[in-house]
């Protein structure tokens, strides 16, 4: 792997223009090459070591698995490879870099691998209720690389005032995605191949019936 994984200042102006004009950016060879290699060989191997959990929807006492919702399985990012320390530094660098542009006081960023099974899909969802929840931006980095045309998986984003598809992006490895989490409906439509990712959200610090930012 090589030694940085620096975000290109020009590339995260970009991103922040796009999230002030539409809400939500689509960035093609966004991540270094190596990096996503890395990772995707981390999540290869936890999926073989059974080490991923199925996902499920909802937070706290609320969390049941809906097949019928999501298929992915997933594992927290814990920093125990220097990839994951890698990825979570350039997320540090845009946290940074978001809130010296919007000053959206974002204070944490938390993260998952997801492999979504041959088959697998999540429906049309927002990731943050609004006035609940304190996921402010996603993001989602893709990791397999060399996705044909035909190999399904794509996320479809829709335009939150008229509902139209806005864009279908192919979860092609160095792709990254990034939206406002209460207000950008989307969904993974079926994949064909095993699909790779990493699913993130920065978070404000939220206060809900007293308590400080309430475990997800
Ligand atoms: O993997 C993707 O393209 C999107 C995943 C997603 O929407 C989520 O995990 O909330
Ligand atoms: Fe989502």
Redesign the pocket.
């Known amino acids: 792997m090589s030694d940085t994984s620096r975000l290109p200042e020009a590339r995260l102006g970009e991103l922040i223009d796009s999230l002030v004009t539409q809400g939500w950016y689509v960035g093609p060879s966004f991540l270094p090459a190596p990096l996503c290699s890395a990772l995707h060989a981390e999540l290869d191997d936890m999926t073989e070591r059974d080490a991923l959990i199925a996902a499920g929807i909802g937070r706290g006492d609320n969390h049941h698995l809906r097949r019928d919702v999501r298929g992915d399985a997933i594992r927290w990012l814990d920093r125990e490879s220097q990839a994951q320390r890698r990825y979570l530094e350039a997320m540090g660098d845009l946290q940074r870099a978001l809130n010296q542009a919007l000053f959206l006081g974002l204070f944490e960023y938390e993260a998952h691998f997801a492999h979504y099974p041959p088959g697998a899909f999540?429906r049309r969802?927002?990731?943050s209720f609004r006035g609940r929840a304190n996921r402010v931006v996603?993001t989602v980095g893709y990791l397999t690389p060399d996705w044909p045309s035909d190999g399904g998986g794509e996320m479809v984003i829709y335009s939150p005032d008229d509902d139209r598809e806005v864009a279908r992006v192919r979860p092609e490895a160095g792709t990254f995605v990034c939206f406002l989490a209460e207000t950008i409906p989307?969904e993974v439509l079926p994949t064909r191949l095993p699909r790779a990712s990493i699913?993130g959200w920065f978070r404000r610090n939220a206060s809900l019936n007293g308590l400080i930012d309430p475990a997800s």
């Open positions: 999540y969802h927002l990731d996603s989307h699913a």
